[in-house]
Protein backbone atom coordinates (compact mmCIF):
# COMPACT_ATOMS: atom_id res chain seq x y z
CA UNK A 1 0.00 0.00 0.00
CA UNK A 2 0.93 3.66 -0.26
CA UNK A 3 1.15 5.92 2.93
CA UNK A 4 0.09 9.25 2.01
CA UNK A 5 0.80 12.28 4.25
CA UNK A 6 1.40 15.84 3.98
CA UNK A 7 3.87 17.00 6.42
CA UNK A 8 3.95 20.45 5.14
CA UNK A 9 1.96 23.09 3.32
CA UNK A 10 2.24 22.35 -0.10
CA UNK A 11 4.68 19.16 0.61
CA UNK A 12 3.23 15.64 -0.18
CA UNK A 13 4.97 12.39 1.28
CA UNK A 14 4.00 9.28 -0.43
CA UNK A 15 5.79 6.11 1.36
CA UNK A 16 5.70 2.73 -0.09
CA UNK A 17 4.58 0.65 2.65
CA UNK A 18 5.38 -3.26 2.16
CA UNK A 19 8.30 -3.63 4.43
CA UNK A 20 7.83 -7.43 4.88
CA UNK A 21 8.61 -7.46 0.86
CA UNK A 22 11.16 -4.92 0.98
CA UNK A 23 8.45 -2.72 -0.62
CA UNK A 24 8.00 -4.53 -3.86
CA UNK A 25 6.22 -3.10 -6.45
CA UNK A 26 2.76 -4.91 -7.47
CA UNK A 27 -0.23 -3.27 -9.95
CA UNK A 28 -1.89 -2.59 -7.35
CA UNK A 29 0.60 -0.54 -5.44
CA UNK A 30 1.47 1.15 -8.76
CA UNK A 31 -2.11 1.92 -9.35
CA UNK A 32 -1.85 3.29 -5.74
CA UNK A 33 0.85 5.75 -6.22
CA UNK A 34 -0.43 6.97 -9.30
CA UNK A 35 -3.72 7.43 -8.10
CA UNK A 36 -1.89 9.58 -5.54
CA UNK A 37 -0.22 11.15 -7.69
CA UNK A 38 -2.77 12.63 -10.40
CA UNK A 39 -4.73 13.67 -7.14
CA UNK A 40 -1.98 16.06 -5.78
CA UNK A 41 -1.79 18.56 -8.51
CA UNK A 42 -2.05 20.88 -6.25
CA UNK A 43 1.08 20.38 -4.37
CA UNK A 44 4.39 21.76 -5.01
CA UNK A 45 6.65 19.49 -4.16
CA UNK A 46 6.36 15.24 -3.75
CA UNK A 47 8.73 13.11 -1.97
CA UNK A 48 8.72 9.08 -2.48
CA UNK A 49 10.40 6.98 0.09
CA UNK A 50 10.03 3.29 1.41
CA UNK A 51 9.31 2.29 4.58
CA UNK A 52 11.65 0.35 6.84
CA UNK A 53 15.21 -0.42 5.35
CA UNK A 54 14.73 -0.56 1.73
CA UNK A 55 13.16 1.78 -0.70
CA UNK A 56 12.05 -0.70 -3.37
CA UNK A 57 13.49 -3.95 -3.65
CA UNK A 58 12.01 -4.16 -7.37
CA UNK A 59 8.92 -5.83 -9.01
CA UNK A 60 7.14 -8.21 -6.88
CA UNK A 61 8.74 -11.26 -9.41
CA UNK A 62 6.43 -14.06 -7.83
CA UNK A 63 3.65 -12.47 -7.50
CA UNK A 64 3.76 -11.00 -10.63
CA UNK A 65 4.25 -14.61 -11.98
CA UNK A 66 1.40 -16.23 -10.03
CA UNK A 67 -0.62 -13.18 -11.66
CA UNK A 68 0.13 -14.37 -15.10
CA UNK A 69 0.29 -18.35 -14.55
CA UNK A 70 -2.07 -19.59 -16.84
CA UNK A 71 0.24 -17.48 -20.10
CA UNK A 72 1.79 -20.12 -22.70
CA UNK A 73 4.98 -19.56 -21.58
CA UNK A 74 3.99 -20.76 -18.33
CA UNK A 75 4.93 -17.53 -16.18
CA UNK A 76 5.79 -14.06 -16.46
CA UNK A 77 3.90 -13.00 -19.61
CA UNK A 78 4.57 -9.14 -21.95
CA UNK A 79 1.07 -8.28 -22.74
CA UNK A 80 -1.68 -9.64 -22.61
CA UNK A 81 -2.34 -10.98 -18.68
CA UNK A 82 0.22 -8.94 -17.64
CA UNK A 83 -1.24 -6.56 -15.21
CA UNK A 84 2.08 -4.85 -13.95
CA UNK A 85 3.68 -3.83 -17.11
CA UNK A 86 1.23 -1.15 -17.82
CA UNK A 87 0.54 -0.23 -14.25
CA UNK A 88 4.34 -0.15 -14.01
CA UNK A 89 4.73 2.76 -16.68
CA UNK A 90 1.96 4.64 -16.34
CA UNK A 91 2.82 5.08 -12.55
CA UNK A 92 6.20 6.40 -13.74
CA UNK A 93 4.74 8.38 -16.52
CA UNK A 94 2.68 10.17 -13.23
CA UNK A 95 6.02 11.00 -11.71
CA UNK A 96 7.85 12.03 -14.81
CA UNK A 97 4.42 14.37 -15.87
CA UNK A 98 3.68 15.30 -12.52
CA UNK A 99 3.95 19.28 -12.40
CA UNK A 100 5.70 20.19 -9.12
CA UNK A 101 9.15 18.17 -8.40
CA UNK A 102 9.14 14.41 -6.98
CA UNK A 103 11.78 13.86 -4.68
CA UNK A 104 13.02 10.06 -4.78
CA UNK A 105 14.04 9.81 -0.66
CA UNK A 106 16.22 6.73 -0.97
CA UNK A 107 16.51 4.96 2.88
CA UNK A 108 17.99 2.02 1.53
CA UNK A 109 18.07 -0.58 -2.10
CA UNK A 110 16.20 0.57 -5.00
CA UNK A 111 17.03 -2.11 -7.43
CA UNK A 112 15.19 -3.43 -10.65
CA UNK A 113 11.69 -1.14 -11.08
CA UNK A 114 12.71 0.59 -7.68
CA UNK A 115 15.97 2.06 -9.40
CA UNK A 116 13.68 3.00 -12.31
CA UNK A 117 11.66 4.79 -10.09
CA UNK A 118 14.36 6.92 -8.61
CA UNK A 119 15.67 7.95 -12.00
CA UNK A 120 11.92 8.63 -12.88
CA UNK A 121 12.27 10.92 -10.30
CA UNK A 122 13.23 15.03 -10.48
CA UNK A 123 15.65 14.59 -7.74
CA UNK A 124 17.71 12.06 -5.47
CA UNK A 125 18.06 12.33 -1.60
CA UNK A 126 20.36 8.67 -0.80
CA UNK A 127 20.82 7.40 2.90
CA UNK A 128 24.80 6.42 2.90
CA UNK A 129 23.89 2.21 3.38
CA UNK A 130 21.38 3.02 0.15
CA UNK A 131 22.55 1.00 -2.71
CA UNK A 132 21.40 1.49 -6.68
CA UNK A 133 21.15 -0.97 -9.64
CA UNK A 134 19.24 -3.01 -12.17
CA UNK A 135 19.55 -6.59 -12.33
CA UNK A 136 17.52 -7.46 -15.19
CA UNK A 137 20.31 -9.26 -17.28
CA UNK A 138 20.71 -11.26 -13.93
CA UNK A 139 17.02 -12.45 -14.18
CA UNK A 140 16.24 -12.45 -18.38
CA UNK A 141 13.98 -9.16 -18.18
CA UNK A 142 14.31 -6.27 -20.73
CA UNK A 143 13.88 -2.76 -19.81
CA UNK A 144 11.12 -0.43 -21.83
CA UNK A 145 12.28 1.73 -24.22
CA UNK A 146 11.72 4.38 -22.37
CA UNK A 147 13.43 3.55 -18.80
CA UNK A 148 15.96 2.51 -20.79
CA UNK A 149 15.81 6.28 -22.77
CA UNK A 150 15.70 7.91 -19.31
CA UNK A 151 18.86 5.89 -17.80
CA UNK A 152 20.68 6.97 -20.70
CA UNK A 153 19.58 10.64 -20.69
CA UNK A 154 20.54 10.66 -16.24
CA UNK A 155 23.81 9.27 -16.54
CA UNK A 156 25.24 8.63 -20.28
CA UNK A 157 25.59 6.11 -22.77
CA UNK A 158 28.25 4.65 -21.74
CA UNK A 159 27.48 4.59 -18.10
CA UNK A 160 24.06 3.34 -18.96
CA UNK A 161 25.84 0.55 -21.06
CA UNK A 162 27.73 -1.02 -17.80
CA UNK A 163 24.38 -0.88 -15.97
CA UNK A 164 22.49 -2.85 -17.77
CA UNK A 165 24.40 -5.06 -19.59
CA UNK A 166 26.63 -6.39 -16.63
CA UNK A 167 23.37 -5.20 -13.96
CA UNK A 168 25.64 -4.28 -11.36
CA UNK A 169 24.72 -2.35 -8.36
CA UNK A 170 26.37 1.23 -7.37
CA UNK A 171 26.98 2.44 -3.52
CA UNK A 172 26.20 5.80 -2.71
CA UNK A 173 29.50 7.46 -3.39
CA UNK A 174 29.84 6.00 -7.10
CA UNK A 175 26.43 6.63 -7.41
CA UNK A 176 26.90 10.62 -6.62
CA UNK A 177 30.19 10.60 -9.21
CA UNK A 178 27.69 9.62 -11.59
CA UNK A 179 25.38 12.39 -11.05
CA UNK A 180 22.62 10.15 -9.64
CA UNK A 181 22.51 11.42 -6.41
CA UNK A 182 21.83 15.68 -5.74
CA UNK A 183 22.25 15.16 -1.80
CA UNK A 184 23.05 12.72 0.74
CA UNK A 185 22.16 12.81 4.82
CA UNK A 186 21.48 9.84 7.33
CA UNK A 187 17.68 10.62 7.09
CA UNK A 188 16.74 10.46 3.65
CA UNK A 189 13.50 10.87 4.52
CA UNK A 190 13.79 13.75 6.51
CA UNK A 191 16.33 15.40 4.08
CA UNK A 192 14.08 14.81 1.41
CA UNK A 193 11.01 16.54 3.33
CA UNK A 194 12.95 19.51 3.67
CA UNK A 195 14.13 19.90 -0.08
CA UNK A 196 10.97 19.71 -0.57
CA UNK A 197 9.38 22.23 1.68
CA UNK A 198 12.83 24.56 0.59
CA UNK A 199 11.29 23.82 -3.23
CA UNK A 200 7.79 24.56 -1.83
CA UNK A 201 8.76 28.07 -0.58
CA UNK A 202 9.80 29.08 -4.19
CA UNK A 203 7.92 30.79 -7.11
CA UNK A 204 5.60 27.24 -8.40
CA UNK A 205 4.71 28.39 -11.70
CA UNK A 206 8.57 29.26 -12.51
CA UNK A 207 9.52 25.39 -10.92
CA UNK A 208 7.07 23.99 -12.66
CA UNK A 209 7.66 26.14 -15.77
CA UNK A 210 11.13 24.66 -15.65
CA UNK A 211 9.97 20.78 -14.99
CA UNK A 212 8.31 20.98 -18.01
CA UNK A 213 10.82 22.84 -19.94
CA UNK A 214 13.14 19.88 -19.59
CA UNK A 215 10.88 17.07 -20.25
CA UNK A 216 10.20 18.63 -23.32
CA UNK A 217 14.02 19.28 -23.81
CA UNK A 218 14.23 15.87 -23.68
CA UNK A 219 11.31 14.34 -25.51
CA UNK A 220 12.53 16.69 -28.23
CA UNK A 221 15.68 13.81 -28.43
CA UNK A 222 13.26 11.25 -28.52
CA UNK A 223 12.92 7.45 -30.17
CA UNK A 224 11.52 7.51 -33.47
CA UNK A 225 8.66 5.47 -33.48
CA UNK A 226 10.54 2.47 -35.62
CA UNK A 227 13.20 2.45 -32.90
CA UNK A 228 10.66 2.24 -30.19
CA UNK A 229 8.77 -0.55 -31.81
CA UNK A 230 11.39 -2.54 -32.53
CA UNK A 231 12.46 -2.30 -28.77
CA UNK A 232 8.78 -3.71 -27.72
CA UNK A 233 9.51 -6.56 -30.45
CA UNK A 234 12.36 -6.99 -28.19
CA UNK A 235 10.36 -7.05 -24.84
CA UNK A 236 8.01 -9.68 -26.64
CA UNK A 237 10.17 -11.99 -27.03
CA UNK A 238 12.24 -11.61 -24.43
CA UNK A 239 9.36 -11.77 -21.68
CA UNK A 240 8.19 -15.28 -24.39
CA UNK A 241 11.68 -16.76 -23.69
CA UNK A 242 13.12 -19.88 -21.61
CA UNK A 243 15.77 -18.00 -20.49
CA UNK A 244 13.20 -15.75 -18.27
CA UNK A 245 11.73 -18.66 -16.71
CA UNK A 246 14.73 -20.07 -15.90
CA UNK A 247 16.19 -16.36 -14.04
CA UNK A 248 12.80 -16.39 -12.32
CA UNK A 249 13.31 -19.90 -10.79
CA UNK A 250 16.49 -19.42 -10.19
CA UNK A 251 15.97 -16.38 -8.19
CA UNK A 252 13.05 -18.00 -6.10
CA UNK A 253 15.16 -21.44 -5.42
CA UNK A 254 18.36 -18.57 -4.81
CA UNK A 255 20.90 -20.28 -7.14
CA UNK A 256 22.72 -19.11 -10.09
CA UNK A 257 20.86 -19.35 -13.16
CA UNK A 258 22.06 -21.60 -16.13
CA UNK A 259 20.43 -19.22 -19.53
CA UNK A 260 20.31 -20.73 -22.69
CA UNK A 261 19.79 -18.13 -25.47
CA UNK A 262 16.24 -19.19 -25.98
Known amino acids: MIRWDEPSPHVGLATIDRAERRNALSAEL ?9 ASHHLRAVVITGEGSAFCA ?48 VNGPALG ?7 ACDLRVLAPGATLGIPASRLGVLLSAANIRRLAMLVGHGTARDLLLTGRSLDVGEAER ?85
Open 30 to 38: CDDLRARLD
Open 58 to 105: GADLARRASDTAGAPSGGLEHGGGDTFRPAFEQMLDAVVDHPAPVIAA
Open 113 to 119: AGMQLAV
Open 178 to 262: LGLVHRTAADARGAGIELAVALAALAPLTVQGHKRALNLVVDAAGFSEAARAEISALEARNFASDDLQEGLAAFGEKRTPEFRGR
